[in-house]
């Protein structure tokens, strides 16, 4: 399982970008996909995901101002942020939960999209 990010920029406070990330590879099902971040010296963490159904959660920083979606038939998942704040500039991930033919399910990573909000 592929998945790759694209999206990341260098964008004004108060700007917006819209990340995306496909995935790829032969697998039976994708379970949930979701966004999480690291900025240096800090601990990765969870941004937003959708279930397979499209239930979504998010993490209580984003206050509305991010907006998750998904495209089950193109395997493919996006995130909205607005408003963007320099306390937002990271290395963005993307994240799937991957159910395998024979049955297990496995976390994949992309291999991160940089985002840098100048202030």
């Known amino acids: 399982v592929h998945l790759v990010e694209s999206g990341g920029n260098l964008v004004q406070a108060g700007g917006s970008l819209r990340l995306s990330c496909a995935a790829s590879g032969s697998f039976f099902t994708i379970n949930a996909m979701g966004w999480y971040r690291q900025a240096p010296g800090k601990e990765r963490e969870f941004i937003a995901s959708v279930a397979n159904g499209g239930i979504t959660t998010y993490a209580d920083f984003v206050q509305g101002r991010f907006t998750i979606s998904r495209d089950n038939a193109a395997m493919t998942v996006d995130l909205q942020m607005n408003s963007l704040e320099s306390e937002d500039s990271a290395v963005y991930y993307c994240?799937?939960?991957?159910?395998?033919?024979?049955?297990?399910?496995?976390?994949?990573w992309g291999q991160g999209t940089q985002v840098t909000v100048s202030s």
């Open positions: 994240n799937a939960d991957v159910e395998d033919w024979n049955g297990p399910s496995n976390d994949y």
